[in-house]
């Protein structure tokens, strides 16, 4: 094999027998596998590269408010007039104006009546005014992190990137029932679960990742003020999962000749193992030199264009921000 025709994992574990004089076995390729699938995961994760970046957008709804409700004390059920109530609001939170109890909307039974995540605990109301709003959206499942969010309205020009839960709830909790546009997001939820039926599963919320066990995808993306008063539409940047490589005949996703990197990176490392630091400094010269052409692959940011900013005023909430 010639040092220019890595390509899959198959030619990557070849490289390597054939550069550290091994003997190919089951146990070598399988070994070898394991070692080259965690030097591409630990490389695809280290920097914003161009051939992880993906994009999708994502719809947040304005509040509802339309028409009034009535909450009897220790039931969950809320009876609307004219409320136009629909089952895209499950999973939404509820308040009633003037009440610093939220619930979530648990059930959808007409355009009038829906039921509780819990029983109101407050007297019993009639004609009250009330609040559903959504104040998270669901991300898709080959997300590994966000590099930046740009909500698409107006003339307002910025990029936003995701801070803390811990610090999210702690802004939001200083600034409780602001309004306005979003400026505080965080990625929140697990990346694999398996509670949910799909009885339960709702499209634009929940995501299923791929795989034989077909399991769940609960990743989410919340944002705060929530109560907004026109639907926004977010363009989410961010670096995709990086998918272990179980099939010898699978491609990485590294650009087209960058893939030998991985065979280098391993040789460096078996050889130093074997105290062969000849051969230890030769490769891992090559390894230094091809990661220069690799991290020329990094999506550049114009560092005039990034502003930090005082995370604590609600003003300038979202940390720093980029403006594209």
């Known amino acids: 094999m010639s040092d220019g025709t890595i390509i899959t994992l198959g030619d990557c574990i070849d490289f390597v027998i054939d550069k550290a004089g091994l003997?190919?076995?089951?146990?070598?390729?399988?070994?070898?596998?394991?070692?080259?699938?965690?030097?591409?995961?630990e490389i695809a994760t280290k920097s914003p590269y161009v051939w992880t970046k993906s994009e999708i957008f994502l719809k947040i709804n304005k509040k509802h408010t339309t028409g009034t409700?009535?909450?009897?004390?220790?039931?969950?059920?809320?009876?609307?007039?004219?409320?136009?109530?629909?089952?895209?609001?499950?999973?939404?939170k509820f308040y009633v104006v003037g009440s610093k109890n939220e619930y979530t909307v648990k059930l959808f039974y007409s355009s009038t009546k829906i039921e509780l995540d819990n029983q109101w605990i407050e007297s019993t109301s009639s004609s009250a005014s009330y609040v559903i709003h959504q104040d998270a959206v669901?991300?898709?499942?080959?997300?590994?992190?966000?590099?930046?969010?740009?909500?698409?309205?107006?003339?307002i020009n910025k990029g936003y990137t995701p801070i803390s839960e811990l610090q999210f709830e702690e802004k939001k909790s200083n600034y409780?029932?602001?309004?306005?546009?979003?400026?505080?997001?965080?990625?929140?939820?697990?990346?694999?679960?398996?509670?949910?039926?799909?009885t339960t599963f709702r499209f634009g919320s929940d995501f299923f990742q791929k795989g034989a066990t077909n399991s769940q995808h609960d990743k989410?993306?919340?944002?705060?003020?929530?109560?907004?008063?026109?639907?926004?539409?977010?363009?989410?940047?961010?670096?995709?999962?990086?998918?272990?490589?179980?099939?010898?005949?699978?491609?990485?996703m590294l650009p087209l000749g960058k893939s030998k990197v991985l065979a280098l990176k391993h040789l460096s490392e078996y050889f130093l193992q074997q105290r062969n630091y000849q051969a230890y400094g030769l490769y891992k010269a090559e390894f230094n030199e091809l990661m220069k052409d690799v991290e020329a692959d990094i999506e550049?940011?114009?560092?005039?264009?990034?502003?930090?900013?005082?995370?604590?005023?609600?003003?300038?909430?979202?940390?720093?921000?980029?403006?594209?």
């Open 69 to 92: 409700v009535s909450l009897t004390q220790g039931s969950a059920i809320v009876n609307g007039t004219g409320t136009s109530f629909t089952s895209d609001m499950i999973g939404r």
């Open 300 to 324: 550049e940011l114009d560092s005039d264009f990034i502003l930090y900013v005082n995370p604590y005023r609600y003003t300038s909430m979202q940390g720093y921000y980029i403006v594209r």
């Open 176 to 198: 409780y029932n602001a309004t306005g546009i979003p400026e505080l997001f965080c990625v929140a939820g697990k990346k694999n679960y398996n509670q949910k039926t799909w």
């Open 138 to 155: 669901g991300l898709p499942p080959n997300l590994e992190s966000i590099r930046y969010i740009k909500p698409i309205y107006s003339s």
């Open 220 to 252: 989410r993306l919340r944002y705060y003020p929530s109560t907004i008063t026109q639907d926004i539409f977010l363009r989410v940047v961010y670096s995709k999962v990086v998918p272990v490589i179980n099939s010898e005949s699978d491609k990485f």
């Open 23 to 41: 003997k190919s076995s089951d146990a070598i390729r399988l070994s070898i596998k394991k070692s080259i699938n965690a030097i591409y995961q």
